[in-house]
């Protein structure tokens, strides 16, 4: 289902992950929606650039998979945009590259894989809960969303650090949800499907990109999905 493009406007978006692929693609169609973005990446030097190419955005160099940086980001996100209605946790890791079984894989990439897709964005969750609360207090929709994998419901092979930390972050944010519905916060998992991205690349080199759909034509799909489970709910009947 197509939403018009004020459904977003003078929405206050942070996002993880966005100067490439599925992030940078949800940068572009949130500005156009007229939505306050402000995103974290991890290279500065991209962050600078996307942020120049996208007057208006906030970019915010950090590690969300750094447990020392979570209160940094979330207090830069909170500042550069005067508070948060929508956290989109899209920044994600493989764990090891190329992908292998789990028999031959470091703790070490594992940990990475459960630091990046899934305390990481326990960690900004929660300390980003209070900005959430205020968006309600205020009579703004307030929510989270996790980029999801249908690796996160299907056992691939050599996929099992990216596979067991999206499974993870899935039931994570099922129960986050059902512990902050009542508060008037959402959260949401869902899975954009197979994307012609640098991600997805580095996981099938050799997949066709004709076969997979470009990252803008999945966030439109996803942000209208959005609207419909998450904003039209909110919005009174009489104000729509």
Same mark, same amino acid.
């Given at each position: 289902?197509?939403?018009?493009?004020?459904?977003?406007?003078?929405?206050?978006?942070?996002?993880?992950?966005?100067?490439?692929?599925?992030?940078?693609?949800?940068? %572009?169609? &949130?500005?156009?929606?007229?939505?306050?973005?402000?995103?974290?990446?991890?290279?500065?030097? %991209?962050?600078?650039?996307?942020?120049?190419?996208?007057?208006?955005?906030?970019?915010?160099?950090?590690?969300?998979?750094?447990?020392?940086?979570?209160?940094?980001?979330?207090? %830069?996100?909170?500042?550069?945009?005067?508070?948060?209605?929508?956290?989109?946790?899209?920044?994600?890791?493989?764990?090891?590259?190329?992908?292998?079984?789990?028999?031959?894989?470091?703790?070490?990439?594992?940990?990475?894989?459960? +630091?990046?897709?899934?305390?990481?964005?326990?960690?900004?969750?929660?300390?980003?809960?209070?900005?959430? *609360? +205020?968006?309600?207090?205020?009579?703004?929709?307030?929510?989270?969303?996790?980029?999801?994998?249908?690796?996160?419901?299907?056992?691939?092979?050599?996929?099992?650090?990216?596979?067991?930390?999206?499974?993870?972050?899935?039931? &994570?944010?099922?129960?986050?949800?059902?512990?902050?519905?009542?508060?008037?916060?959402?959260?949401?998992?869902?899975?954009?499907?197979?994307?012609?991205?640098?991600?997805? *690349?580095?996981?099938?080199?050799?997949?066709?990109?004709?076969?997979? %759909?470009?990252? +803008?034509?999945?966030?439109?799909?996803?942000?209208?999905?959005?609207?419909?489970?998450?904003?039209?709910?909110?919005?009174?009947?009489?104000?729509?």
């Amino acid at each position: 289902m197509n939403h018009p493009a004020p459904t977003f406007t003078g929405l206050r978006v942070a996002l993880t992950g966005g100067t490439s692929g599925l992030g940078l693609a949800l940068l %572009q169609a &949130l500005r156009q929606r007229g939505a306050e973005l402000a995103f974290v990446a991890r290279t500065a030097a %991209q962050v600078a650039r996307v942020a120049a190419a996208h007057p208006g955005s906030h970019g915010i160099a950090g590690d969300v998979a750094d447990k020392q940086q979570t209160h940094p980001i979330a207090l %830069q996100l909170s500042a550069a945009l005067g508070g948060i209605d929508l956290l989109i946790h899209n920044a994600s890791s493989l764990g090891p590259v190329p992908l292998r079984p789990l028999a031959d894989t470091e703790c070490e990439a594992l940990e990475l894989a459960l +630091a990046t897709n899934l305390l990481g964005p326990f960690r900004l969750t929660r300390a980003l809960l209070g900005a959430l *609360a +205020a968006s309600v207090r205020e009579g703004r929709p307030a929510a989270v969303l996790h980029i999801g994998s249908d690796a996160a419901l299907t056992p691939y092979a050599g996929w099992g650090a990216y596979g067991a930390s999206k499974a993870a972050a899935r039931h &994570l944010a099922a129960i986050w949800d059902a512990e902050l519905a009542a508060s008037g916060i959402r959260v949401f998992e869902r899975d954009p499907g197979d994307m012609d991205t640098p991600l997805h *690349a580095l996981a099938v080199p050799d997949a066709d990109p004709a076969t997979l %759909q470009p990252p +803008a034509r999945a966030a439109e799909a996803l942000l209208g999905w959005l609207a419909e489970a998450w904003l039209a709910p909110a919005v009174p009947e009489a104000t729509r």
